[in-house]
């Protein structure tokens, strides 16, 4: 099918997503090409989801194994990608048991369960949830409801009951939003959609004493920063803070749909056979997937790697003369450019120059690329990204 036809059906898909003007055909490593042969450095892996890059072979190997036993059973029966995956997280994680879904709000949809069970058995019934101002947790009624973002609230005409947002790196007002009837505080260590918001002044570990000082558990919602996107494996480890529980998604299944919620010692019985479910979640090829992305991101090298590309980002990209970037922040394989207007317009040029990049809240360019992208192709990426900042777009 040729990218007009392409675009044409496109007509049949529910209109809740702009779509940029480009339709792939493949991809390899850290290169996606269209359907006109164009290439394009990728910047965005699928929103931080593709880790490994595109057409990985041990990825590929891992999926075709397991399509060729069986791809779908039942989780009323024992999996063995998945036992391995879960030992494999619970092993190199403060986690002690997983429960596997498919995507981020789903695992997030289970902590705050999770959480909520935990407050009606051990707290006195306490169900409140405490999140953030510009947060993002997902599209389901109760993860955009702890989305802390109005603008993302347009069509919800009742709120799910008990959430209430305070304000990033404000431990005092975090305080203020904590009462008798609050179970647990969900955060990202890094606010990524909401513009890549970094904690400041030890706010996490200064969050972990609050909620234990409280009685109130302390959830992280590592979906984006999760698997080595930091330089570390979770982004708890680089900020030496232990949550009570986490949730991942995006990278761990290399591309196909994967989720997870590790909890801790306090809750990891928490839920009992009954108490939550899933068809779909924890799919075996997801996690012959999933598997093989885990063991090649925790490596010691690789991490380090990632940490190194991350240095290099914003080495370069403070060398660009622009008047138009206010600060440069991030870790790892996730930095933002703070910009003070122009975001979509760059997106697009970019996308015309064969750069995949994409803009996030609050007029931040992000960097999210594969995480295995190689040193040439970011140096690549981000010559063509400085060219457009300094031609003053
Ligand atoms: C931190 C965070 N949590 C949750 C989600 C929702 O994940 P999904 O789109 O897989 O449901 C996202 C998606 O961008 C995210 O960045």
């Not at 969050?207 to 558990?217: A, E, F, M, P, T």
């Not at 591309?255 to 909890?263: D, E, H, M, N």
């Not at 015309?352 to 040439?376: D, F, K, M, Q, W």
């Amino acid at each position: 099918m040729d990218s007009k036809k392409v675009k044409e059906l496109d007509a049949k898909y529910m209109g809740v997503f702009k779509r940029y003007d480009v339709v792939f055909e493949r991809g390899y490593g850290s290169t996606l090409v269209d359907k006109e042969g164009k290439k394009y450095i990728d910047f965005f892996a699928g929103i931080s989801v593709n880790a490994l890059g595109y057409n990985n072979t041990e990825v590929n190997i891992a999926a075709v194994k397991q399509i060729k036993k069986f791809m779908h059973l039942s989780n009323v029966f024992y999996c063995e990608e998945q036992v391995k995956l879960a030992k494999l997280i619970c092993d190199s994680s403060f986690g002690k048991k997983v429960f596997f879904a498919n995507t981020g709000a789903e695992a997030n949809e289970a902590a705050l369960k999770l959480a909520k069970k935990w407050g009606m058995v051990h707290k006195n019934g306490a169900h409140k949830i405490v999140t953030f101002t510009n947060s993002f947790h997902g599209r389901t009624i109760a993860t955009l409801t702890a989305t802390g973002q109005e603008k993302f609230h347009g069509i919800l005409n009742k709120k799910y009951p008990g959430i209430t947002y305070a304000k990033f790196n404000d431990i005092n007002d975090v305080a203020s939003k904590i009462d008798d009837e609050t179970c647990a505080v969900l955060v990202e260590p890094i606010q990524a959609e909401g513009g890549v918001f970094t904690p400041e002044n030890d706010f996490l570990k200064k969050l972990r004493q609050l909620c234990d000082k409280l009685g109130v558990l302390l959830i992280f919602d590592e979906v984006q920063t999760g698997m080595g996107r930091t330089g570390y494996m979770f982004a708890y480890e680089k900020y030496g803070v232990t949550p009570d529980a986490m949730t991942v998604a995006k990278a761990i299944g290399g591309g196909l749909p994967l989720s997870a919620l590790v909890a801790g010692e306090k809750i990891m019985d928490v839920f009992e056979p009954g108490d939550h479910g899933t068809t779909m979640g924890g799919n075996p090829v997801a996690c012959a997937a999933g598997n093989v992305v885990f063991s090649t991101v925790m490596k010691k090298p690789f991490l380090k790697a990632v940490h190194a590309k991350g240095g290099l980002i914003q080495k370069t990209m403070r060398t660009v003369k622009s008047s138009n970037i206010v600060e440069i922040r991030g870790a790892g394989l996730l930095q933002g450019v703070q910009l003070k207007s122009g975001g979509a317009e760059i997106v697009k040029k970019a996308l015309s120059r064969g750069l995949i990049i994409n803009c996030t809240g609050h007029e931040v360019i992000r960097i999210a690329p594969p995480l295995n992208i190689t040193t040439a192709e970011l140096k690549k990426g981000l010559e063509i990204l400085g060219k457009i900042l300094e031609e003053g777009c």
